[in-house]
């Protein structure tokens, strides 16, 4: 079975490119593991294609949160003649805030919510 996880962060916008009628979308996400001194940061090359691809261009931008279900796959790079590991992407979840927005989230406060409160709390 090939079956890949990741759940990370957009470390630059979506990309969306078309070839041979076929529109496909790159981006990387970074992925965290580990704690402490031992925390290591992955990034990992992902690509989606048609309308998953696009819904991934529309509702996610750098920074955003995401999770991604696909599969590995490795190619070899023509110019540099390495292997790299890609993952093919066939379903996202927004995590935490995924609004289904681009842009920056704000919040407003009003002067009842900064005022502290003095009851007790019943459990």
Known sequence: MNKVILLGNLTEDP??????????TIFCV?????????KKTYFMD??????????????FEKGKPILV???????????TNFKENKISIYSFSFING?????????TTKSKKDEEPVDEECPF
């Open 15 to 24: 990309e969306v490119k078309t070839h041979r009628d076929n529109s496909f």
């Open 30 to 38: 970074a992925v965290q593991d580990g704690y402490g001194d031992k």
């Open 46 to 59: 992902c690509i989606a294609s048609g309308k998953t691809g696009e819904n991934i261009a529309k509702f």
């Open 69 to 79: 279900e696909g599969k590995l796959y490795t190619r070899k790079n023509e110019v």
């Open 98 to 106: 995924g609004d289904g927005k681009k842009g920056k989230k704000t």
